[in-house]
């Protein structure tokens, strides 16, 4: 089996306990993305698109979990909305240096 597979029999055995582990986990990465981006931002510059993307991906992983989506789709979008967050943090990171 792969390692999704793994991770996602995981995620679905375990679902009701990782509800507010990745709640919590997400929302704290989507909000330090959003302060490197407001830090890295400029009057020149408009970091409205990352800052739109960040948020959003942070909400739309909180509400699917509120919404009490499908597990597999609600393990998808914490993969995609952590990864994504976490390239924002790592492109601020070298751009505020």
């Not at 679905?12 to 929302?27: F, G």
């Not at 992983?61 to 597999?72: F, G, I």
């Amino acid at each position: 089996m792969s390692l999704y597979k793994n991770c996602l029999q995981d995620f679905k055995e375990r679902y009701i306990i990782y509800i507010p582990l990745t709640i919590i986990l997400q929302s704290c990465i989507g909000s330090i993305a959003a302060m490197y981006i407001l830090m890295n931002s400029t009057l020149d510059s408009f970091p409205f698109f990352e800052l739109s993307l960040c948020v959003i991906l942070s909400m739309l992983y909180n509400a699917s979990v509120l919404a009490q989506l499908n597990y597999k789709f609600v393990f998808n979008l914490l993969i995609m909305s952590t990864v994504i967050n976490t390239l924002l943090i790592i492109i601020n990171l070298i751009s505020l240096s």
